[in-house]
């Protein structure tokens, strides 16, 4: 079956610290891809997706996410931390025609003062 | 505002006592989908409608029931609810097509005496 994995189901850094969450996915046709957050008490809201464009996809809040189709990957990143980005990210995959959308376990991102 | 809306937002029952949970979009999409999301195991898929009156299974739709009879609404109901139906539910909708964000209500957390 394929499958997201999250690597790093918390992730702490330090504010103005380069973040980078990971996400693979398991697949030998192209997937679309997206990175949700989650704040506190709140659903989820998109921050980039990849659609079979651009490999390097910018998106809200400073984010951005690089497709490498060789490694399977969809990391997200981000240059320096922000207090506000404290939340919970999630990777999501969808495969074709498919309208199911898989999510991973998630990741729990601290940022330190 | 383009939303979704869920209600109620926090609901506490008891085993057997059915209830319905409710969902709208006022965006006029055609794809609407229900998640329960548990610590560890990301979001995970209920039940999906494509259109009116067409609904489909997700990954885990066992005690759930969902109908779509109006574009806007897609209610997920539990018939007889257990403890382990205990979980944060989200409601989500978007434009057809694989490549589409889905959009997310604010969730319903439910807990089962």
């Known amino acids: 079956a394929q499958s997201v994995t999250q690597l790093g189901s918390h992730v702490s850094v330090s504010e103005g610290a380069l973040v980078l969450l990971r996400c693979n996915y398991s697949?030998?046709?192209?997937?679309?891809l997206f990175w949700y957050v989650q704040y506190p008490n709140q659903g989820l809201q998109l921050l980039l997706k990849y659609t079979s464009a651009a490999t390097l996809v910018k998106g809200i809040n400073g984010f951005e996410a690089e497709f490498k189709k060789s490694e399977t990957s969809f990391h997200l990143t981000k240059p320096s931390a922000h207090m506000s980005d404290a939340a919970e990210y999630f990777c999501a995959v969808v495969w074709g025609s498919a309208r199911q959308l898989t999510f991973g376990s998630g990741t729990q991102l601290t940022v330190l003062p | 505002e383009a939303q979704v809306t869920q209600n109620p937002r926090y609901l506490i029952t008891v085993t057997g006592k059915k209830l319905t949970v409710t969902c709208s979009q006022n965006?006029?999409?055609?794809?609407m989908s229900w998640y329960r999301q548990d610590p560890g195991l990301g979001l995970r898929q209920i039940y999906y409608?494509?259109?009116?009156?067409?609904?489909d299974k997700g990954d885990v739709p066992e005690g759930y029931k969902v109908s779509r009879k109006e574009k806007r609404n897609f209610p997920l109901i539990l018939e007889s609810p257990s403890p382990n139906q205990t979980s944060l539910y989200f409601c989500?909708?978007?434009?057809?097509?694989?490549?589409?964000?889905?959009?997310f209500g604010p969730g319903t957390r439910l807990l089962v005496l």
């Open positions: 697949s030998s046709v192209p997937p679309y």
């Open positions: 409608s494509m259109n009116v009156e067409v609904t």
């Open positions: 965006m006029n999409h055609e794809y």
């Open positions: 989500a909708s978007s434009l057809l097509g694989a490549q589409e964000t889905q959009y």
